[in-house]
């Protein structure tokens, strides 16, 4: 199983490399491109129409500014789509991004995360794998469970 993190712009890279370094500590491939919606729609339209055909599982997108990238290919390809808003140099405070990827119409559906959150992209592209591959949940619990280690160990630090 593979994951797909495609990004609108070199740009982002920075941001959705969280993603990527999520995805590797679960151990889960990961495929990543620049595929513009708007300066590359031909290369955009191939992408979205043959992911599903090179073992990828789901595709992470991440997009700055009118973030229609994360919707565009949600709209072709049959596999579920995460978004990620990027607050990028052109942007009003991120919210062109947010609203750009929540706002979906009915049938088209983009899983939105935080602006700038990959890593919760990643975790959720996990969780979804997860839902069918027991090493992948198995990796996913121990996670979770490292969470809630780490608040556990705060709050025993603090009440020192």
């Known amino acids: 199983m593979k994951v797909a993190i495609i990004m609108g712009s070199q740009s982002d890279l920075p941001i959705m490399q969280e993603a ?3 995805l590797k500590s679960f ?5 990543v491109d620049i595929v513009s919606a708007h300066r590359t729609p031909e290369k955009l339209f191939d992408f979205s129409k043959k992911a599903h055909t090179r073992g990828i599982s789901v595709i992470i997108a991440g997009a700055g500014g009118a973030a229609h990238l994360p919707g565009m290919v949600a709209s072709m390809s049959p596999l579920p789509v995460i978004g990620v808003p990027v607050k990028s140099s052109n942007s009003i405070d991120g919210w062109d991004s947010v609203l750009s ?4 119409p009915a049938g088209v559906p983009v899983a939105t995360v935080a602006l700038n959150g990959a890593k919760n992209a990643g975790i959720l592209a996990a969780q979804i794998i997860g839902s069918h591959d027991k090493l992948v949940l198995d990796k996913i619990l121990v996670y979770k469970e490292s969470l809630k280690d780490a608040v556990n160990k705060s709050s025993n630090e603090m009440k020192k």
């Open 20 to 22: 990527i370094d999520i």
């Open 101 to 104: 990827i929540l706002q979906m």
């Open 27 to 31: 151990d889960i491939e990961t495929e």
